[in-house]
């Protein structure tokens, strides 16, 4: 790698011209004529760049920023853990990314299989579990999570003759389909989306023209450098204000309208939409990946017969019940509304998967501050 | 709001190694627990400061001791024996002792090392005393048998005499943070030679020794002078979240003010760690009073070891024992090293 590739990336980090984004979308956002504007971004990486960043702070008083069911670890639903977990105490090898481990399931998480003894590994990437699965003589499981983007990557190893003994669990999601039932939520406010860039760059900015025909909310792509974000909601107030929805791509140095239709190829030849639930969202029609019958014997779930009834005996545990992530994740509750948080839910001991994943809000806000307001705190001042 | 009071945990894992929170708790709750008292006026293990003071007479004996498991032992900039001195003698000074008297020297090594590798190390300790202006005048040997420990370990233990202690809590509203040089520089030259990313960098570790850097601004800040701090493990920040607690106030950074070499930069953006939570080994933070405040950066930057010098930050009353980090872009908390993201850097 590259530190100078970094570097060059580097240039979209100019404060400068970031404060004159931020008084654009100021004036923006008082040109409405009501408040709050509340918008909806539908990615960790956004909330990463706007918790790093401090841009939380300098948003407009009157714009509200809200993140929606962007981290794929924490959508990831109890059910599709309990598969993992079952399949890992009836000893089977499972590999993963190593948040998943800790994201709870009725009474168990991986991590807590693999105290016990199961043989669970952590993996950076697909490509490693497929080499976990060519140095070692047994079955090896690849519980896949992820959105479109890391589909993608699975379905390249997929169609590339992995080892027999290799084979998927697939829990991975598809956001354009979710975004259509935050918008249908009656307790909804959000009057547009940030759509992530990286998603885009294999989905195209035009995937998102329909949804905008249907729900008469505009869609904005952004990047996830400062300025990239700025810039996105500057765009998107604007779209908003003049009461004329449509898709607007302010991240054109990496996203087309038709995409990368090779990637998108790909990503349907191996998968195919299904509905299931989004853990605390709902259920998402077209919302899940799973294997087409094309690739079933790498298919975990038509490989084993998987049996996660003696998970059920066990009463989960009483706080998991308080856990508010799915409100969170639809926009409706903050991390702070939360009486866990921060107080018995904390990244040591997570209770909701939202404070288990580097993409989760609530781990960011915790990390960073997210709100109480930063805003008054200036030097000086004494 | 008060940040998490935590509790040690059944089993010492690698996170209570960081330099972070979980370090003080683990000092707080068993290792200083039940301690007896230093006597009037002295600084023992409860202050949890760089080092303790005993009051002898009208001056200050400092002792401060280090050990050091630094993996690789040699690396871009230095090893382990520079480092061992420099850590110790750099902890006495941030005590305000600056003119270290001895240091002692014990080293665990596991059979099998080799005797060339051994020499090396030691001509390392013997230049890096010299340079300092100190000695070792006793020591302490164990082998342990091979696999029972990597390598070496490098204990050193320093005193000194002063006749004026300096602390880590003594700022308050409206004092100016001045760190010595840029930010991050031993940690991530440390994380470059180990990642599995196969980078190529020129990066180098900063450790030195910074007493004589640290004389200078206290002959010119005098009683102005109020906090010293050395940013090792935890780096900047760990420092600052200490400074503040201790101290009772809040203290907003500005981040682009805070010096950074581009390649540091570079290289955190690529491994995902945070150059103001990476380790330094040749810098300290200074928490002076408004108005000796330019004059003490000015000495600073006077020195060698200090021409990059910067003043990073101010003490506020709002939210006190946080960090608050002003990013240019707005504002958000700066958050103290995590985990086991960085073990055995030192």
Known sequence: MDPNEALSQLKFRDPVRARALRDTLERLVEQADHAPVSIMHVCGSHEQAIAKFGLRAAFPEELQVIMGPGCPVCVTDVPEVDEAVALAKQGVRVASYGDMLRVPGTSQSLADAKAEGAKVDVVYSVTQAVELAKTHDEEVVFFASGFETTAVATAAILVDDPPDNFSVLSAHKYIPPVMEIVAEMPETKIEGFLAAGHAATITGSAVFEKFVERHGLPVVIAGFEPLDVLAGLVKLVEVINSGKPRVENAFPRCVSAEGNLQAQKLLWRVFRPTGGRWRGIAHVPNGNLRLRDEFARYDTRKRFTIDASSLWDQAPPKLVQQCQCGDIMAGIASPSDCHLFGKECTPDTPVGACMVSAEGTCKIWHQYGGRPDLRSMKRGAA | ?346
């Open chain 2, 1 to 346: 709001m008060t940040r998490n009071v935590r509790f040690v945990e059944d089993r010492i894992t690698l996170k209570y190694g960081t330099g972070g929170a979980a370090m003080r708790a683990l000092i707080e709750q068993v290792f200083a627990e039940g301690l007896g008292e230093v006597g009037e006026g002295g600084v023992g293990l409860s202050a949890m400061d760089d080092g303790a003071a005993i009051r002898v007479g009208d001056q200050y004996l400092v002792i401060a001791t280090d050990s050091h498991v630094v993996q690789p032992i040699e690396f871009p900039g230095g090893d382990i024996g520079r480092l061992a001195v420099s850590g110790t003698v750099n902890d006495l000074a941030m005590m305000g002792a600056t003119e270290p008297l001895a240091l002692t020297c014990a080293a665990i090594i596991e059979d099998g090392f080799g005797r060339e590798d051994l020499k090396r190390i030691w001509a390392s300790i013997r230049r890096t005393c010299e340079e300092a202006g100190t000695t070792i005048v006793t020591g302490d040997t164990k082998i342990m048998g091979h696999g029972e420990i990597d390598g070496l370990v490098i204990n050193t233990t320093g005193v000194a005499l002063t006749k004026r202690i300096v602390r880590d809590s003594g700022l308050r509203v409206g004092d100016q943070i001045i760190v010595t040089g840029t930010m991050g520089d031993h940690g991530l030259a440390i994380m470059a030679t180990r990642n599995e990313l196969a980078l190529e960098t020129t990066l180098e570790s900063d450790v030195a020794p910074v007493h004589k850097l640290v004389e200078r601004a206290l002959a010119v800040g005098g009683e102005g002078v109020v906090a010293l701090k050395d940013p090792t493990r935890g780096g900047l920040s760990s420092a600052l979240h200490e400074m503040a607690e201790k101290s009772g106030v809040g203290i907003i950074v500005d981040e682009p003010s805070v010096p950074l070499r581009q390649e540091v930069r570079a290289v955190g953006e690529l491994l995902g760690i945070d150059p103001l939570v990476s380790a330094n080994e040749g810098k300290a933070v200074i928490g002076v009073r408004p108005e000796v405040a330019a004059a003490v950066l000015d000495a600073v930057r006077a020195h060698p070891l200090g021409r990059n010098a910067a003043i990073v930050g101010e003490c506020v009353k709002e939210r006190p024992g946080f960090v608050v980090l002003d990013t240019g872009f707005g504002s958000r908390l700066l958050a103290e090293a995590e985990g086991e993201l960085l073990p055995r850097i030192c």
